[in-house]
């Protein structure tokens, strides 16, 4: 066979491989949409809503049942003191910090990792920011 028609047909295969992985990645219509309340039930049930961001941007406004834990303190190497298979949600300004600390909890063994994104998502869901 040609060598670049191999390469192609690789390539495809690879290109094809990837959306089928991407595919897999998003929530089947058969699962249930995550809203705020069902979080605030999971958090009433054990479940922990984190915040990430930092004590400051936590006072400016939160969401109801978050507690503040920093990105800062889990690179420091401070984990949750709580049950490695305990759902937790994260959520931070815009997504990049509470998608660092979803990586730094699963690498730490816990099972059950969220990743919210940023606010707007998670006022999107249905979540409403409240100032202490």
């Known amino acids: 066979m040609n060598k670049k028609l191999v390469i192609g047909l690789v390539i495809v295969l ?37 915040d990430v961001r930092t004590p ?31 759902k937790i949600y994260l959520y931070c300004n815009s997504g990049s910090r509470s998608s660092q600390a979803a990586v730094l909890l699963k690498d730490a063994g816990y099972k059950n990792v969220t990743d919210l994104q940023g606010l707007s998502n998670v006022q999107a869901m249905g979540g409403k920011l409240v100032t202490e």
Do not use: C, R
């Open 14 to 50: 690879l290109a094809f491989g990837g959306l089928v992985i991407l595919g897999k990645a998003q929530p089947s219509d058969n699962q249930p949409k995550l809203t705020f309340t069902s979080i605030t039930q999971d958090v009433s049930k054990g479940a922990v809503l984190y």
């Open 56 to 86: 400051d941007e936590y006072k400016e406004g939160h969401f109801t049942g978050s507690v503040n834990f920093p990105l800062q303190t889990l690179q420091q190497g401070t984990m949750p003191t709580i049950s490695k298979t305990a």
